[in-house]
């Protein structure tokens, strides 16, 4: 079975400019999830999508970062224009359908690192 | 006001010996706890999780303990291997929010000295 993938792996820009992350979850799979992970610290979640709809936004810094899952499957975050403060890695998870109470673990992608100058 | 802290940044451990990583958490809602390990440039992978109605779940060398009343888990890995180097993440969600975030750590580097 095909694990998350992410792409780029590595991006490096100015600040001001902006920037695109790309990724595929785990076929099959109906929530997805962005997460930051700025150095030093744990994963924090941005965005959570059931499907195609939107779960939990409540950390994503509206006026600059938008995600989007148009057909349920792919993901994209875009963040503009970016400041310095946003190098981090951006990991892309995924799981299945949480069923009852049962919690279905997450699967991770290798992530994106961005280096803002 | 970090709601799941693992307070040691590394842990250095020979090779064969029992490796304890520790986690605490400060939201009393929280009842499901995974632990997740992390190599440079790959994302974290699962490893072992618990919910409140244990106190205990084994999976081989890796076992995770956990004492709501003091909102500390643990994760024991025994023997310790050199491939168990690598940042480890306690996270902690409360499943009935209705959502599914996972609160993290900060992480703990653990080196397995051969």
């Known amino acids: 079975e095909a694990g998350v993938a992410q792409s780029p792996r590595y991006k490096i820009i100015e600040k001001r400019q902006s920037v695109a992350f790309w990724c595929n979850p785990i076929s099959g799979h109906a929530t997805l999830y962005w997460y930051q992970q700025i150095l030093g610290q744990g994963p924090k979640l941005l965005i959570q999508?059931?499907?195609?709809?939107?779960?939990?936004d409540s950390q994503l810094p509206k006026d600059r970062f938008s995600a989007e899952r148009l057909k349920g499957v792919d993901s994209t975050l875009k963040i503009q224009p970016a400041k310095l403060e946003d190098s981090a890695v951006y990991l892309c998870?995924?799981?299945?359908?949480?069923?009852?109470?049962?919690?279905?673990?997450?699967?991770f992608g290798p992530g994106t690192r961005l280096t803002v100058t | 006001d970090q709601q799941v802290k693992q307070n040691s940044p590394s842990l250095s451990v020979q090779e064969g010996r029992i490796s304890i990583l520790n986690c605490d958490y400060t939201?009393?809602?929280?009842?499901?706890f995974l632990w997740y390990k992390k190599y440079p440039a790959e994302g974290p992978t699962f490893l072992i999780s618990?919910?409140?109605?244990?106190d205990k779940n084994e999976d081989g060398r890796f076992t995770v303990f956990l004492n709501k009343s003091a909102k500390h888990l643990s994760l024991h890995i025994v023997p310790s291997q050199p491939g168990d180097s690598a940042v480890y993440f306690c996270a902690a969600s409360d499943p009935n929010s209705g959502n599914t975030p996972l609160v993290f750590g900060k992480g703990t580097r653990l080196s397995v000295i051969a």
């Open positions: 618990i919910s409140s109605i244990k």
């Open positions: 998870a995924s799981s299945q359908t949480r069923t009852g109470w049962f919690l279905h673990e997450q699967y």
């Open positions: 999508f059931q499907n195609n709809g939107v779960v939990d």
């Open positions: 939201n009393s809602m929280f009842d499901y």
